[in-house]
């Protein structure tokens, strides 16, 4: 390579073929002009168009924002295939983590664009401590009662209740 070669380093040739059509095969199957779907994903229609021709390859960054627009994960954009999962996860199998004096249980497959958890929450654990994440939040009391404060709005959910919250 020159000193007056701007260009990016070499790419391993498998990851041009599988990225660039893939990109615009999602873009297309998602119903986005390349103007929206750029506008989107942060990024200029010329450097999208690119991205799709193979002419450029995407950064990490612009893959994960690519993927959040096409409601994919970073693994289908690049053409990688999972194992087949097990759909349904046993209560046996579930490994608990603990944080904040709360447990946690993966009650849902790695991997998947929603995450499910099954929380316990010990009585009085909580108290002024701020959780806040992007995405969106399914809660189903099964016993006991929780107060759930969401900006200012205070909710009391008890057995049987559920709340939806979107950040």
Do not use: C, K, N
């Amino acid at each position: 390579m020159s000193s007056s070669d701007t260009g990016p380093p070499a790419e391993p040739a498998g990851a041009l073929t599988v990225v660039a059509p893939q990109l615009r095969a999602l873009r297309r199957r998602a119903s986005l002009t390349l103007e929206a779907a750029a506008r989107e994903a942060g990024l200029s229609p010329a450097h999208l168009s690119r991205l799709e021709t193979g002419q450029r390859q995407p950064s990490l960054p612009m893959l994960l924002s690519l993927a959040r627009v096409y409601g994919t994960t970073v693994s289908d954009l690049l053409g990688e295939t999972a194992a087949d999962r097990d759909p349904v996860v046993r209560a046996g199998d579930m490994e608990s983590t603990e944080a904040g004096g709360w447990t946690y249980w993966q009650a849902g497959a790695a991997g998947r664009g929603m995450q499910a958890l099954r929380v316990r929450v010990p009585h009085g654990s909580q108290g002024d401590i701020v959780r806040v994440h992007p995405g969106e939040e399914w809660l189903y009391v099964l016993r006991g009662r929780l107060r759930l404060r969401l900006g200012d709005t205070l909710h009391r959910l008890g057995p049987g209740t559920a709340r939806t919250s979107t950040r």
